[in-house]
């Protein structure tokens, strides 16, 4: 039995949320959505989307620098939960604590990013709370609404449901890889500005059976998945569809297995979700209708496990092993990515 | 005339926020609000109140160390901002960073403090972030609903309205002078721990004209109204009734005038509020039914400014020193409270 708590990190949740009393209006599980779910106690159709998210170690590490990606990182972080779920934004809060270090010029750009990717989202800052501190730290509280019979849930998967991506993946482990380990600049300019999935979510949420955001790693959210819905996750050997092309080049430049991208743990804003086989043709025709292209990346079997599968062959992958990783590779990136190049390895495709 | 931007934290949100759009979902100005009001687009009587606060110098300048009370403080601070719209809590959302050194117990006590001020309150934590970093970092978001009709604001006080407070004022600045200047361990165990006024709050919202929270003082909180309502504050020298009896008694034993503890930066969470005289006596009768007494401590009057009025005799205050002294003095106690003495002298009562 795949077990949530053989994750270290949810350990920690744990830890923290065991002494916690489930509130009678909150409509989730823990784990069990990316945002929480809020009944407002009203006679609304709407429940409340609610979630918090903070920059820590993606600053500490130096993964970003630019003042505006933080700033923009910082909002579709938060509002890749709300997508995930199918909400409509209401909008985001931030708590910014600045250093002495950060001179006007940081400040402005840093909220020019918090601003831009709201403008992209069309929704907007509510409101904030400005500290003085060592460091710069950095939280956000992104807030929705979403119809009461079309909250998507981690949950909800059947067997021979189809597993989709919302696009290729893979360029976020590319660009820690790049800022990392190689100490270069990241992508070509521009390149790496995820935009939180909420116009694909609002569809979405009309067909899924479940769905994820993919920002710690495509690899993590169906392991996650997996472990939710007590099923076999199989994950398509068709990496030309299912890894972006700039991150297939540089897995092959640097004789990386292109599913790598997809197993570390810096992932972008894609959403990962199933839906049953009677409703695909129907989700299908909706999406094309707005121009979009959903990418099938597996499907739901009986059983246990996330697979690699490749013709006929089915690889399981150690994907608690992989997500432990960072965990136990700590901070530094050279060991994380021999570690996961020696998990990848054993997996015989 | 008094300006907001006279206040050096103001210049600062000033800068961060000035990119933002404002929502035109929400129903209040910058400033305007303790909590942010939101309109939720649909046929419900209510708004939602949001809020988002992080614990940074408070912990960093080792005035919170024990790890039930940072957690207390963390979420007391953010429901403070709700009751001081009138709202009635949803729940609290908390972003947790630990570094290494923080163990087991260190957690356990962190998350007590957080369940035991959402007990305290009848509340609930709804979710959260865990991330690993160097050192503590906090960050709660404080959810709630408001009757439209009901919502509280800083501005809406007209001459002749009674200023009121939740109750005496005075041991936060205690708390600090004890922890930071006399290195003690502050107040006798379990003096300090302050809630929140949510049941207060609802009460007032039916008679207040203007309502703010006092967690960076009374003082501070007067000063805001003042600038916000253009209006002259003023707050009577009859310190036994509103200063806390304790916070009375070491500011005799140091020599300080007593109405310091109401001006130094770290406040408690009373609230401090208006009432038109018209509604004065169905107020205080609707008090005295829950058996809360609540504290006049002066007036609005046309005019700027604040002052303290002793007899017939009213000095004006520069609040406005007194609030940049904060910024000004940095992080050293000592400097801090000889420059609020400074200033405190040249009012001569």
Not at 141 to 149: F, L, N, R, W
Not at 187 to 210: D, H, N, T, W
Not at 253 to 278: D, K, M, S, Y
Request: aromatic share 6%.
């Amino acid at each position: 039995m795949f077990m949530m708590n053989d994750i270290l990190e949810n350990k920690q949740i744990a830890r923290i949320a065991g002494k916690f009393h489930k509130a009678p209006h909150r409509m989730n599980d823990i784990h069990e959505t990316d945002a929480e779910i809020v009944d407002l106690g009203t006679t609304s159709e709407k429940y409340l989307a609610i979630t918090t998210d903070a920059l820590v170690e993606e600053i500490s590490s130096g993964l970003y620098e630019d003042p505006s990606l933080i700033g923009w990182m910082l909002a579709m972080a938060n509002f890749s939960d709300l997508a995930a779920v199918g909400a409509d934004p209401l909008g985001l809060l931030i708590a910014v604590t600045c250093a002495p270090s950060h001179d006007d010029t940081f400040l402005d750009q840093l909220s020019s990013g918090i601003s831009d990717a709201c403008d992209r989202l069309g929704t907007f800052v509510l409101g904030g709370d400005t500290n003085q501190g060592q460091s710069l730290m950095l939280c956000g509280t992104a807030v929705g609404t979403v119809p009461k019979s079309r909250v998507m849930r981690r949950v909800g998967a059947s067997p021979n449901d189809k597993l989709y991506l919302t696009a290729p993946a893979g360029l976020g482990n590319v660009y820690a890889f790049l800022r990392l380990a190689r100490k270069d600049n990241g992508l070509p300019q521009g390149l790496y500005k995820p935009v939180a999935r909420i116009s694909e979510g609002k569809m979405i949420r009309q067909f899924a059976s479940c769905c994820m955001d993919t920002s710690d790693g495509v690899i993590h959210t169906i392991d996650t998945l997996m472990r939710l819905n007590h099923r076999r996750f199989i994950l398509d050997a068709c990496w030309e569809k299912t890894v972006h092309p700039f991150a297939l080049k540089v897995c092959r430049a640097q004789g990386f297995p292109a599913w790598l991208v997809l197993a570390a743990i810096h992932g972008e804003f894609e959403l990962c979700f199933t839906v049953e086989p009677r409703k695909e043709e129907e989700f299908l025709r909706a999406a094309e209708r707005t121009g979009w292209t959903p990418i099938l990346i597996g499907e739901v079997n009986e059983g246990e496990g996330v697979f690699i599968r490749s013709g006929d062959k089915a690889v399981r992958v150690d994907s608690a092993a992989i997500r432990n990783l960072a965990d136990e590779a700590g901070s530094d990136p050279a060991a994380y990515i021999k570690h996961l190049l020696e998990v990848a390895h054993a997996v015989d495709l």
